[in-house]
C-alpha cells in the first residue's frame, strides 16, 4: 500500500486547509485510514481515523481537541482520504502522516503503512 499526502501549507489562525491522501495498491476495504501529526519535539498522536468498508469515523480526545473542527472522510471514486481543517489554531502546527491499517481502531504503534507527511504551519 502506497499513501501519498498533500495538501499542508502556511495559514493564519482561523484559516482552514484540505489534506488529501491518495491510495494506492491495496483493498481499501480492509483498511482504516486515518490522520496523525507530530509536532516538533513532541511524540506523533493520532488525528483522526475512517474505516473505508463502513465509512465510520472517529477523532482524538486530545486536549487541543479537533472535535467540530477537523473532518475526515474519503472518496471511493479516487482512493482518496481527506482531513478538512477548519478554525485552524497554533497549536495545531505539525507535520500531518496518512496511514493504513488493517485493524481497528488505529494506533500509532503498529501501524501498517505510512505516508511521506505533509507540513501544516498555522500562525497566530
Known amino acids: 500500500v502506497q499513501l501519498q499526502a498533500s495538501g499542508g501549507g502556511l495559514v493564519q489562525a482561523g484559516d482552514s486547509l484540505r489534506l488529501s491522501c491518495v491510495v494506492s495498491?491495496?483493498?481499501?476495504?480492509?483498511?482504516?485510514l486515518g490522520w496523525f501529526h507530530q509536532a516538533p519535539g513532541k511524540e506523533r498522536e493520532f488525528v483522526a481515523a475512517i474505516r473505508w468498508s463502513t465509512g465510520s469515523t472517529y477523532y482524538t480526545d486530545a486536549v487541543h481537541s479537533v472535535k467540530g473542527r477537523f473532518t475526515i472522510s474519503r472518496d471511493s471514486a479516487k482512493n482518496t482520504v481527506y482531513l478538512q481543517m477548519n478554525s485552524l489554531k497554533p497549536e495545531d502546527t505539525a507535520v500531518y502522516y496518512c496511514?493504513?491499517?488493517?485493524?481497528?481502531?488505529?494506533?500509532?504503534?503498529?501501524?501498517?503503512?505510512w505516508g511521506k507527511g505533509t507540513q501544516v504551519t498555522v500562525s497566530s
Open positions: 496511514a493504513a491499517d488493517a485493524s481497528w481502531p488505529l494506533n500509532v504503534i503498529g501501524i501498517d503503512y
Open positions: 495498491g491495496g483493498t481499501l476495504s480492509s483498511y482504516g
